[in-house]
Every structure is written in structure tokens, then in C-alpha cells.
């Protein structure tokens, strides 16, 4: 079983040997496969849309940054096995969000907040990714990684909430998923660049927290310029007046929103489906590095492995967005689900290798961009738009809690047992229980007619 799998040692300064040295071109030529593969791919959009696109495309060279060579950074920063302490730090996170979200996202509602607040986010998010690149502990760089991550992942909801103001109902589908699609293609650029130093410290002369200090600011430069165009060019159309004591409003308002969602019969089983499936989506998605490095698997392969996830994940994106439109989004939201849940499934029983985390990879990216865009677009097409942000708050609260559940079952399951496959195999069931609900959900095109 995993749990038996022997975990290679990693000194507290290398990341070269064993888990990342590797051919810089191979991994090169992956990338230039998906910008090919993207320049195929032509649709007219508008100025609004093609901005609020650039911004997932700004903040997943991040995303793919923690979930493929940050963890194994920490990794040569703890004492032992990683996966219990990155499970803890991603579950902190996913909390704080969770109970910010419904109250800011209720202020954000307001008339010319949403572009505000994400700039709050997205600026306190670099200052945090900058300064992940100079703590020495483990612990100190926990610290600075939850901040990082609360910041990015706030700046998401507002950033999603957005999507209802740069388009229309018809094309939400579309829209979104293209988002998702550019994001795994444009996150190959920062991230050759930040591998070409992390990966030649030696022959730059330089030491791997330099490397990583380099690496951190790329990633946080790439951010903010692909923030600015959605910040000029969106503007937000769909709002509530501006209000007096609007913190204290918002508070008090929680328990409103709540009960309007609850009495939504439609959008109630929804958000309980998106609940349980997002939260095995989550979790594969931020433990998958921790979980393949305490197998023993390198990390060479690793990272070249979630590199051809984001080619992969490009074109299966934007076939989903068209499928959804052509065929449903609710048929497309149920075969995601459950091709989710074989991936767990074949996580648990069958990866123990490198060549099985390759498959894993492919798989990955088959399912997930398509599976989350078609979420995101789903849910704005079935909230009322004047309630966007406050809405989409709770959208990420049960999404965070999923998470949060998510995270600590396998975190808590590996500590008690000393085997990860026992903790990945949990999240079965959390797939199984989302599809039955996503069963009894209507259509949003139901919903219109």
C-alpha cells in the first residue's frame, strides 16, 4: 500500500537531487505543444471578455507554482514526511476564506467595489508571494504560504462574481471555460522561467533560496500584469446602491442571503452537489504533489507530469464550455463527476509509481478545467446578478468547507494510519453523493423556460 512506500530523504537546502532535475527542453517543448495547440483555437470575443480572461492567466502561473514545486520546496524545509503539515496549512486557508467570503463578497455587491477589492486581494497576495522566498523554517514559511493563498483565492471569488459583467448569459459558458483554458497554457511561461533558475543554481552561482526568491518574484510580476488589463476594461454593470454601515449591514444580511438560497429549491441542490464533488476536485488538485513526494516518487517526473496536465487541460476546457452550450451544462457537470470519480479511485488502488502518476496527470486534465469552469458559469447563470459577489460568497463558502473536509480527512487519515491511499479513498464518496444531488438539479436552461 502507499503508506509502505519508502520516502526518498531530501536535505534541508537541495531540490535538485532527488526531486527536481530534469531535461529544462523537454519540458519546454510542452509548453510550445499547448501555445501551438492555443493558436489553433480562434474565437471572437469581446475587449471585456478577452481582459477578464487575461486574469486567469495572471493568477494560475501561482496556482500551478503551489501545486507542483512548492510543496516539494517545503518539503526540503521539514523534518519528515510533509503531506500531514501541507494538509493543516491548506485547511487554515480554505477556513479563513470561507468565513470572510459571505461578509465581503455582500460589500463587494456595492457600486464600484468588486474592482476594489481585487485589487486589495491581488496586491496583499504578491507582497506575500514575494516574501515567501525568505523564511528559513518550515513553520515561518506556512505562515507566509496561508497568507499567499487566502489572498489569491479571495481574489478568485470577486474575480468570479466579475464574470457576470463581462458577458452574457449565452456565452457565460464559453467565457468561462476559455478562462480556465488560457490560464493552463499562460502558466507555462513563468514557470519555464522560475524551473531555468530553481533548476541551474549551480551554474548561475547561486544558492536555492535565491532561486526560489527569483522564482516567487516572476510568478508575483506575472500576477499583476495580467490583473491590469481586467481592471481597465471590465466594468461592473450589475450592482446594489451603496449603503451606510455597510459592514454591519452585510453581517446581519448573512442569514438573509442564506434563507433565499435555502428556499431556491433549484439552486439549493446545486450548491449541496457543487459541496461534496468540489471538495474531492480540491483536494487531488492541492495534495497530489505532497501525496506522490511521500510515495517516493521523483520529482522530476512530478513536475513534467502536472506540466502536461495544463496541455492537456487547454483543449479539454474549451471543448467542455462548447459541449455545455451544445448539450447542457448539467450533462456535462455529471460526466465530470464522474470522471473524477475514477480518478480517485484508480489514485487510491493504483498509483504507486511514476508512470502511474503520469496516468493520473492525463486523466486530471481531461476532467478538471472543464468541470470547475462549468461550476463557476452554472452557478452565475442561476443567482440573481444584482446579488452576484454576496452569492458567489457562499458559492466559496460551501467550496472552502469542502475543502477544508477534504483536506483534513486525508491529512488525518494518514497521520492516524500511516497510509495516504486510505485517505484518498475517502474522497469516493464525496463524488458519489454530489452526482446523485447534481441528478435531482435542474438545468439552468430548464430554469428560463
Not at 486567469?56 to 517545503?74: E, H, K, Q
Not at 517516493?296 to 513536475?303: A, M, P, R, S
Amino acid at each position: 500500500m502507499g503508506g509502505g512506500a519508502r520516502v526518498h530523504p531530501v536535505g534541508r537546502h537541495r531540490l535538485r537531487d532527488p526531486y527536481l532535475s530534469t531535461d529544462f527542453a523537454t519540458i519546454q517543448s510542452v509548453c510550445v505543444l499547448s501555445k501551438v495547440r492555443g493558436d489553433a483555437v480562434r474565437t471572437k470575443f469581446t475587449k471585456a471578455e478577452k481582459s477578464w480572461i487575461m486574469y486567469d492567466v495572471g493568477n494560475s502561473a501561482l496556482v500551478l507554482l503551489a501545486t507542483s514545486v512548492i510543496p516539494i520546496y517545503f518539503k526540503s524545509l521539514a523534518d519528515g514526511p510533509a503531506l500531514v503539515a501541507w494538509s493543516y496549512a491548506e485547511t487554515v486557508a480554505s477556513l479563513v476564506i470561507a468565513l470572510l467570503m459571505p461578509i465581503l463578497g455582500s460589500i463587494a455587491d456595492m457600486q464600484g467595489m468588486k474592482k476594489k477589492f481585487i485589487v486589495g486581494t491581488v496586491g496583499t497576495g504578491v507582497v506575500a508571494t514575494v516574501a515567501m522566498g525568505f523564511p528559513t523554517s518550515a513553520m515561518a514559511f506556512l505562515v507566509i504560504y496561508v497568507v499567499s493563498s487566502i489572498m489569491l483565492n479571495s481574489s478568485m471569488v470577486f474575480y468570479d462574481a466579475l464574470l457576470i459583467d463581462a458577458t452574457t448569459d449565452d456565452r457565460m459558458d464559453e467565457v468561462s471555460s476559455q478562462g480556465y483554458a488560457w490560464g493552463y497554457v499562460g502558466s507555462c511561461v513563468p514557470f519555464i522561467a522560475c524551473l531555468a533558475v530553481v533548476l541551474n543554481t549551480k551554474s548561475l552561482g547561486i544558492s536555492l533560496q535565491t532561486a526560489m526568491q527569483i522564482s516567487f518574484a516572476i510568478t508575483a510580476a506575472w500576477w499583476v500584469a495580467f490583473t491590469i488589463p481586467m481592471l481597465r476594461n471590465v466594468q461592473q454593470t450589475h450592482y446594489k446602491p451603496l449603503q451606510a454601515h455597510a459592514l454591519r449591514n452585510a453581517t446581519r444580511g448573512i442569514g438573509t442571503t442564506l434563507r433565499k438560497i435555502w428556499a431556491d429549491r433549484g439552486l439549493r441542490t446545486y450548491i449541496l452537489s457543487y459541496f461534496f464533488y468540489i471538495d474531492g476536485v480540491h483536494t487531488i488538485i492541492k495534495l497530489s504533489t505532497s501525496y506522490g513526494s511521500d510515495l517516493g516518487i521523483d520529482g522530476t517526473q512530478l513536475v513534467l507530469a502536472l506540466l502536461v496536465t495544463q496541455f492537456v487541460a487547454f483543449p479539454s476546457a474549451i471543448a467542455y464550455g462548447k459541449l455545455g452550450t451544445k448539450v447542457g451544462t448539467k450533462r456535462m457537470l455529471l460526466v465530470g463527476i464522474a470522471g473524477y470519480t475514477f480518478i480517485t479511485l484508480f489514485a487510491a488502488f493504483f498509483l504507486r509509481t511514476a508512470r502511474e502518476f503520469w496516468i493520473l496527470a492525463l486523466l486530471v486534465g481531461l476532467f478538471q478545467g472543464g468541470l470547475q469552469a462549468l461550476s463557476r458559469s452554472e452557478f452565475g447563470k442561476l443567482c440573481p446578478k444584482e446579488h452576484a459577489n454576496e452569492y458567489f460568497g457562499f458559492f466559496d463558502i460551501f467550496g472552502k468547507y469542502a475543502a477544508i473536509m477534504g483536506t483534513f480527512i486525508v491529512g488525518t487519515m494518514t497521520a492516524l494510519t500511516g497510509n495516504g491511499s486510505l485517505g484518498v479513498l475517502s474522497i469516493v464518496v464525496l463524488f458519489v453523493i454530489g452526482f446523485v444531488l447534481m441528478l435531482k438539479t435542474p438545468d439552468s436552461r430548464e430554469r428560463a423556460s
